[in-house]
Nanobody
Framework: HVQLVESGGGSVHPGGSLKLSCVAS????????LGWFRQTPGKEREGVAT???????YYVDSVKGRFTVSQDSTKKLVYLQMNSLEPGDTGMYYC?????????????????WGQGTQVTVS
């Protein structure tokens, strides 16, 4: 039974920081990618940052220079350090795991999903 459990969301003022964590369990692969996606009401879920098993990281343009994605050596724990938060970063943040190939920032390319953690910047 695969599970992804996010934590670390909350409410902060603009300019503040948060660090999200996601623990994955229930699968043995170490070649998967781990990613963070976010969704706001009325909008589609978008890729925020993803990291491959080789450590290659991808970011949506709006968070480059502010967010950093990282993972531990087991490839089962992924973090998203979010600095200089803006109101536009508000949303439900989801952790995802999968084998997306070149589609690292594509929602449909991921197999497993967490329940999400809310981030509010206001």
């Amino acid at each position: 039974h695969v599970q992804l459990v996010e934590s670390g969301g909350g409410s902060v003022h603009p300019g503040g920081s948060l660090k999200l964590s996601c623990v994955a369990s229930g699968y043995t692969s170490t070649t998967n990618c781990l990613g963070w996606f976010r969704q706001t009401p009325g909008k589609e879920r978008e890729g925020v940052a993803t990291i491959g098993s080789d450590g290659s990281a991808y970011y949506v343009d709006s968070v480059k220079g502010r967010f950093t994605v990282s993972q531990d050596s087991t490839k089962k724990l992924v973090y998203l350090q979010m600095n200089s938060l803006e109101p536009g970063d508000t949303g439900m943040y989801y952790c995802a795991a999968g084998w997306p190939g070149p589609a690292a920032m594509t929602e449909s390319a991921y197999t497993y999903w967490g329940q999400g953690t809310q981030v509010t910047v206001s």
